[in-house]
């Protein structure tokens, strides 16, 4: 047997691990040159010769990742694993690739691993809490975003994270902290404006919104989502003039979605600028036919710009759409009685009074409207008395009643009363 000199033999080991290094340093620079092809070629090549090599598995893995082969990218990179298990770059991009194949589960075991070994590393954490949001985890999720801002407490993507979320758990103060923190660091995230407009409007701090609305309005003047916030909030605090302004605004934009007409058109209502209102409330009806109060308010606008049939059309399709609502069943019949009394139609008047009242226990108005109807349209003393003192009988509240020859409110009581007693005298004098 030939015996080598120990001199000869780390010559050799020393031209071996030569070779592998400068076989190594080729591949890696094929990736970084992206010739992904050729480096898989030789890679393959290299590893019929050494297949013991974590590094040729493990470079053919990130290859394949970058041709989004994600499937043969992971085979490699469990050869890798398997080979080095300790090796915390293998492990990274492991995960990376169960993620971009959805295997989330095994990719969160994996960046616990990591952190198992390693806790004080950034990126696998903050993969890991993403993972978590993805999958609705969010309580997961905020033990670790809350480790990261306390390790960089400057990143806003930490921050807007966290306070995502705490909204989604339903917790609009820390929710609203968080963001807070995030718009500070980051005032151009436009997206976080919007989320925190939406915290406020639940809280119901309306005057909050509209300030922050305007902060977000004053670095894109055009931002649909932000004209359409601001503009409900208008709308909500009863600034109908501003909201019509922002509501068209965000037309010109480009938008086109049913809560801008809609809302636009409840603008246009409240400012009892009819036409333009059922204009766009048909529009939103156009979009969204089954909801009921774009429907209500777009016969109410019909009536007022008279066309009353039109409005009876679109009352009736209101009460389909909103039974069994009591309360807005009743107002709903208030309304189309009194389009029918327009139209001189006074059976479908009383008819339709009649519902009313049997959707509704503050049926004192409706007694005095009934009063009306009989008294002045039909000429029948003698109900309308009845109805008149059902009024009185079942009265809740002071109201006051508009009257032309005193050109004032008066208490709609005393005239009820007085009424009463005239028509009486009349009965009296018929007899």
């Given amino acids: ?33 992206e010739q992904y092809d050729q480096l898989i070629q030789e890679a393959k090549a290299a590893i019929r010769t050494d297949s013991t090599s974590s590094d040729l598995f493990y470079i053919l893995g990130l290859a394949y990742a970058e041709l989004s082969k994600y499937d043969s990218a992971l085979y490699y990179l469990q050869g890798a694993q398997e080979k080095d298990s300790t090796n915390l770059k293998i492990l990274s991009a492991s995960g990376r ?11 969160i075991q994996t960046y616990e691993i990591i952190l198992n070994k ?18 609705d985890n969010h309580s997961e999720a905020i033990i670790h975003y809350e480790y990261l801002v306390l390790r960089d407490t400057s990143n806003y993507f930490y921050y807007k994270q966290l306070g995502r979320c705490y909204q989604e758990l339903g917790n609009t103060d820390l929710a609203l902290a968080c963001f807070i923190k995030a718009f500070i660091l980051n005032p151009y995230d436009l997206g976080i404006v919007s989320r925190m407009i939406n915290l406020y409007l639940r809280k119901r701090d309306f005057i909050n919104g509209i300030e922050l609305a305007n902060k977000g309005l004053a670095i894109d003047s055009m931002n649909i989502e932000l004209l359409k916030q601001r503009a409900y ?28 007409f809609k809302y636009l058109g409840l603008c246009l209502y409240e400012e009892k600028k009819f036409f333009d209102a059922r204009e766009h409330l048909r529009m939103a009806y156009m979009k969204d036919t089954l909801d009921a109060e774009t429907t209500f308010f777009l016969a109410l606008s019909y009536r007022w710009s008279k066309e009353e049939e039109k409005g009876v059309i679109y009352l009736n ?14 107002r709903i019949y208030i309304e189309l009685a009194g389009v029918y009394q327009v139209l001189h139609q006074f059976d ?19 007694y005095f409207r009934l009063g ?24 809740t509240a002071d109201h006051q009643l508009y009257d032309p020859s005193s050109q004032t409110l008066e208490p709609l009581l005393d005239q009820v009363q007085s009424r009463i007693n005239r028509l009486r005298e009349e009965l009296f004098f018929e007899e």
């Fill in 1 to 33: 047997m030939k015996i080598f000199p120990l001199s000869i033999l780390s010559v050799l080991l020393f031209l071996q691990l030569t070779v592998y290094s400068q076989e190594q340093d080729w591949l890696y620079t094929l990736y970084l040159n």
């Fill in 97 to 107: 690739m169960y993620t971009s194949l959805g295997r989330y589960n095994e990719a």
């Fill in 348 to 366: 479908m008047t009383i008819e339709s009074y009649m519902k009313a009242l049997e959707y509704t226990d503050n049926k004192d108005l409706i």
């Fill in 317 to 330: 399709k209101t009460l389909t759409l909103l039974q069994p609502n009591p309360r807005q069943m009743s």
């Fill in 118 to 135: 390693d806790s004080s590393m950034i990126k696998p954490r903050t993969l890991l809490a993403n993972l978590f949001f993805l999958q």
């Fill in 233 to 260: 909030l208008y709308y909500l605090t009863e600034q109908y003039n501003q909201a019509t302004q922002d509501f068209h605004q965000a037309i010109v934009a480009g938008d086109s979605s049913q809560f801008t």
């Fill in 372 to 395: 009306q109807v009989y008294d002045e349209n039909l000429d029948n003393k003698k109900i309308a008395i009845e109805y008149y003192q059902k009024y009185l009988d079942n009265k």
